[in-house]
Every structure is written in structure tokens, then in C-alpha cells.
């Protein structure tokens, strides 16, 4: 899942940077180098989180605030940043949210997701490692956005884990076991989360134990 570059994507928001060969998104910085745009946004990124945690978390959270987020964080490399995506996506055989009912899936997931997050620092621990898993494989499954999911995906469950006294997190582990990561998601399709919540206890634990 976090290998964004391979996704297919159809219409303006699938077009490429002239000279990279199709292997970097049009951009407004003319990178073609695809290790060099992911060098700009790594760093971009560590500029969000430090916005985002040297100060107080947010108190409550809705889908404008993550749209914020990605338009922050990469507003100066792509034009159409913290916009919900306007193309289709997949990753082989699997497609996310058809963009045309982006706005009603993410408001849905306000509501059922965001409108708790000033609750979860009052949940025991196995319903908050089952939120935290619910919530980011549903996000995953809406991919909002046409690049950078995966990482405000992750963004998201550090704050959410931070605000219910963990976190930020360590995600080597799904790194590592990135296809049972992959399969985790598929199954939320079928509204079973329990891969998902043992990858999500297994990380706390980590990150709990350095």
C-alpha cells in the first residue's frame, strides 16, 4: 500500500512529468527524479508533524482538517493537493472509493470516526486498538487523495494514538510485513478488522517497549 508510485489512475490527475519517463506526477517543482520528489516530500512531511506535535493537538478533528493537512504538507509540489481526488484509483485488481462519491464516503467517516476522536483518551485499550484499526483501514479503502494516502493515513492514527496517551507510532513492522498489511485491508472490505487490530496492538507494543 505504500508504494503510491504503482497505482493506476485515470484522467488530469494521472499525468505524468514530462521527461521522468511516467515515473513522477505532474508537479509545480518540475521533478522528474522520482527518489529526488520523494526526498521533497519526506521531508515536507517531518515540516507537518512538527507543526502538527510541538504544539497541542487539535480537540477535535473533521475531514477539513485532514485536507488541511495534506494541502500543507504538499501544497508546493502539486496543484491539486489537499483536494479530494477527481480520478479513479487502483492497485491491481483493487479499487478504492469511486471519486465521484468521495465527499459523501469522507463525510460518513466524520461522522462515524472523526466525531469520537475527543473520546478516545477515555477508552480501554482493546475498543481504542479496535477504533484505531477500524478507522484506518476504512480511511484506506476512501483514499481521498490522489497521492500521499499511506502517509496522512499514518499521520491520522498518530494523532488519534497520541490524543488516547500513545504514539506517535512505530510502523516498521507493517513495513516489514507489507503484503499481510495489504491483505488486512482487503479484509476490511468484508468489515472484518481483526487482522488490522493485531497489526495495531503489535505496533503500540512496540512502541511502547522503546
Request: net charge negative; aromatic share 12%; hydrophobic share 35%.
Amino acid at each position: 500500500m505504500a508504494d503510491e508510485g504503482r497505482y493506476k489512475a485515470s484522467g488530469a490527475e494521472g499525468e505524468f512529468q514530462a521527461g521522468s519517463d511516467g515515473r513522477a506526477l505532474k508537479n509545480l517543482l518540475d521533478i522528474t527524479c522520482p527518489e529526488e520528489m520523494a526526498d521533497v516530500e519526506t521531508a515536507l512531511l517531518l515540516k507537518l508533524y512538527e507543526h502538527l506535535f510541538e504544539k497541542d493537538l487539535p480537540s477535535s478533528l473533521s475531514p477539513k482538517d485532514i485536507q488541511d493537512w495534506h494541502r500543507w504538507w504538499l501544497g508546493r509540489v502539486y496543484p491539486w493537493a489537499g483536494s479530494l481526488r477527481s480520478v479513479n484509483v487502483s492497485k491491481g485488481d483493487f479499487h478504492f472509493t469511486v471519486a465521484s462519491y468521495l465527499p459523501k464516503a469522507l463525510e460518513a467517516y466524520g461522522d462515524k470516526y472523526l466525531n469520537r476522536y475527543h473520546t478516545l483518551d477515555r477508552l480501554e485499550e482493546d475498543p481504542l486498538f479496535a477504533y484505531l484499526a477500524e478507522s484506518h483501514v476504512e480511511f484506506i479503502l476512501i483514499h481521498p487523495f490522489r497521492e500521499g494516502n499511506g502517509r496522512i493515513s499514518r499521520l491520522l492514527m498518530d494523532v488519534m494514538a497520541t490524543n488516547a496517551g500513545y504514539g506517535p507510532l512505530d510502523y516498521s513492522l507493517w513495513d516489514t510485513h507489507k503484503e499481510y498489511y495489504f491483505r488486512s485491508i482487503q479484509a476490511g472490505l468484508a468489515s472484518d478488522y481483526s487482522y488490522m487490530t493485531k497489526l495495531v496492538t503489535d505496533i503500540i507494543r512496540q512502541t511502547d517497549e522503546r
